[in-house]
């Protein structure tokens, strides 16, 4: 079958490197791509919002299968852009339509969710820019530390933990009446605080039966010792040693099951994946918020483990055979530590040549933000590479994915040399 995938980040090549491996895949095609993805398959220039393009492309190209990566295509509705034309609609999306998109597109419409569905949850309460008085107010009365978050998508970039209620009444007015995220914020949820360690936990699902991939924790700050500005991730480790099959099965009664079976109740199909955002605070899960489509840079780490075919799941989650698909975890531990632009998350380096890359063997180099220039690789991203090993042990393994990303150099380069140690 000919595949296409949308999206141009590490998940995306993760997904490409993953998907080639399939004998069920024919043709493989990735839209945009990187640098990267040109070993799995055929990058095509197209921009994953434009619907009319990927419409187009997949005709011609007897495309039998679509894996949407990022957020932002989803949340725009192309699942429903595919159903509502009649050349495209048995053509399989595997990523949820619109509405049930609004669990990440809308961080009020998944709070709703949560409370309607008993899913555990910080206490929280949403105002506009016509309530902003009532937001502050209260604020008043809201606990600190506390939670801002637009409502909409903001890169990543729309969740504020203020300490100080004079912070948290500032940036409630700048959100609201200032539009400091533009569109995003034109709702905001302000949120109780909650303590513990994160966690992602990833399922698979048809809309009826579900999997349950490999779960794994990312590390979001810029600086070693989870410092300084919130990133899209430095790194991600797999498996998690307090997620213990104990607190899995918490995980899968109090989160999975009522989530998949209230999406079934609420009458919203869902076929793809459910990221599940969690803090786990005295050995309870708690929901922080959901994404309609894997993380990045989790994924890596995820793909690394799964020894089964991944094409085969893809067509259990687009046929609703999910049921009857197998899927393998490898028990060894997958290890990912993302390589950045000098200056990144703020106004970073681009244009900078990559070498090296041909040094690692242990480990596998998945491209995020790079392109080409002539014969060289070279930076275009804030993100630019995630260097990806599976070992043993998780000690041996952070230290293989360590010792790799040191092996390659670009001018500004950065990575974090402590990812996962807190786990060890």
């Known amino acids: 079958m000919n595949i296409l995938i949308l999206g141009s980040g590490g998940r995306e090549s993760a997904f490409a490197w993953k998907i080639a491996q399939s004998p069920k895949c024919q043709n493989l ?9 040109t070993q799995y398959g055929t990058n095509v220039n197209l921009k994953v919002t434009d619907f009319e393009g990927i419409r187009t492309f997949v005709l011609g190209n007897a495309i039998s299968l679509v894996l949407v990566g990022p957020e932002e295509p989803l949340v725009k509705g192309v699942h429903d852009f595919f159903l509502n034309d009649e050349q495209l609609k048995n053509i399989p999306v595997v990523g949820p339509q619109q509405e049930a998109a609004q669990l990440e597109g809308s961080k009020d419409f998944s ?4 409370e309607k569905h008993n899913i555990p949850t910080a206490a929280y309460k949403t105002f506009t820019r016509d309530t902003l008085q009532e937001g502050l107010t209260y604020l008043t009365t809201a606990g600190l530390p506390v939670v801002l ?11 504020l933990i203020c300490t100080t209620l004079e912070e948290a009444q500032q940036e409630l007015t700048e959100m609201l009446a200032e539009a400091k995220f533009g569109e995003a914020s034109s709702r905001v949820v ?5 303590t513990g360690i994160e966690l992602s936990v990833f399922v698979m699902t048809d809309g009826n039966s579900y999997k349950i991939l490999p779960e794994a924790k990312d590390y979001k700050r810029i600086g070693e010792g989870d410092t300084g500005l919130n990133t899209g991730g430095m790194g991600s480790v797999s498996p998690v040693p307090f997620a213990d099959a104990a607190y899995l099965k918490k995980v899968e009664e109090k989160v ?18 459910i990221f599940i955002g969690l803090m ?10 959901y ?19 991944f094409v085969d799941l893809l067509q259990g989650v687009a046929e609703g055979s999910l049921n009857e698909k197998e899927l393998i975890i490898s028990p060894k531990t997958a290890a990912t530590v993302v390589m950045v632009a000098g200056g990144y998350p703020g106004e970073y380096l681009k244009n900078k040549v990559i070498t090296g890359t041909e040094n690692i063997h242990e480990s596998i180099v998945f491209h995020a933000g790079t392109s080409t220039d002539g014969d060289n690789v070279i930076t275009t991203g804030g993100r630019v590479l995630a260097i990806t090993t599976l070992q043993d042990n998780m000690f041996n ?23 996962g140690f807190d786990l060890l």
């Open 190 to 194: 302000i949120e109780q605080f909650l």
């Open 280 to 289: 786990n605070s005295d050995g309870e899960p708690w929901v922080i918020e």
């Open 397 to 419: 393994a952070l230290q293989q994915a360590t010792a790799d990303a040191s092996r390659i150099y670009y001018d500004g380069m950065y990575f974090r040399r402590d990812i």
């Open 29 to 37: 095609f990735i839209a945009p791509g990187n640098a990267g993805t």
């Open 291 to 309: 994404n309609c489509r894997m993380g990045d840079p989790e994924t890596e780490s995820v793909m690394r483990r799964i020894d089964s075919d």
């Open 149 to 159: 978050k637009a409502d909409g998508l903001a890169a990543g970039k729309g969740v």
């Open 111 to 114: 709070k709703q969710f949560m």
């Open 256 to 273: 999975i099951i009522p989530t998949v079976e209230g999406l079934k109740k609420d009458g919203i199909p869902y076929k793809g994946f």
